[in-house]
């Protein structure tokens, strides 16, 4: 059996509702749970872990196309570093601030990263291959909501669908903070055999396995999502994979 068309899926566009987008699988009850618990290089961390939850979440809204999105939370120690000068939103060079990067990778080597910030500040950028980004961050949406409570700082952030590259398999997070002598990059999946001698977050030899049966319908991550918002994102870098 093949891929279905995007025109198969939605013969009325996005704004309509099929079955993948309400039936609620074993998979997708489960959701994805981590948490980072280690520096870059595998050195334990001295705070507590940083808490990642990850589920399917679809939302209908009338005269619009629906909304399709991997809910994301993170709860992560708060450390009150400076922020950056920009006003909260789309903020290119975040990772040089306190910081929690999330990274879906497929098997072409096509990837998603995401950088939020714990004052508002976030970045998507879409890559083709390794550190090939293709877009400036600043075009693209993000509904992100941060909540300070003492020493915790509470992310929660929805990442449409048509963002992720078709096919992932692969994962991997990471929590940054303080600087110069006193910057620490932690890992959910560490660099532990000695071959990096500094941190390089878009090495996907080091990623982890990603089900994303559980934070997407089966259905959906064949290919790249098309939907009537954003069109199909990954066109160019899909094509190129191909020729």
């Not at 619009?64 to 922020?83: G, I, L, N, Q, W």
């Not at 949406?141 to 509470?154: A, Y």
């Not at 692969?170 to 903070?177: C, G, P, Q, R, T």
Request: aromatic letters at 12%.
């Amino acid at each position: 059996m093949g891929t279905p068309s995007f025109a198969e899926l939605f013969p009325r566009g996005t704004n309509t509702t099929t079955e993948l987008d309400t039936k609620q699988t074993p998979h997708l009850e489960k959701g994805h749970d981590f948490e980072i618990k280690h520096s870059w290089d595998g050195k334990p961390i001295d705070h507590d872990p940083i808490k990642i939850k990850m589920r399917w979440h679809f939302e209908r809204i009338p005269g619009k196309p629906h909304k399709r999105v991997v809910k994301v939370e993170t709860r992560a120690p708060f450390f009150d570093d400076d922020p950056p000068n920009e006003y909260a939103g789309p903020t290119p060079g975040l990772w040089n601030y306190e910081c929690i990067e999330l990274f879906f990778a497929n098997q072409k080597g096509h990837y998603l990263e995401i950088e939020v910030g714990p004052q508002g500040h976030w970045l998507c950028l879409l890559h083709s291959g390794y550190r090939q980004c293709f877009n400036d961050g600043k075009e693209i949406e993000l509904q992100v909501e941060n909540t300070l409570q003492g020493s915790e700082w509470i992310c929660t952030m929805q990442i449409p669908l048509a963002y992720f590259p078709g096919r992932i398999t692969k994962f991997n997070a990471y929590a940054l903070h303080g600087s110069d002598n006193e910057r620490h990059f932690e890992a959910l999946y560490a660099v532990t055999d000695g071959t990096i001698k500094e941190p390089d977050f878009h090495r996907l030899e080091f990623f982890g396995t990603l089900d994303s049966r559980r934070i997407i319908p089966e259905g959906y991550n064949r290919q790249p999502f098309n939907d009537m918002k954003y069109g199909d994102m990954w066109a160019e870098a899909t094509k190129a994979s191909e020729s």
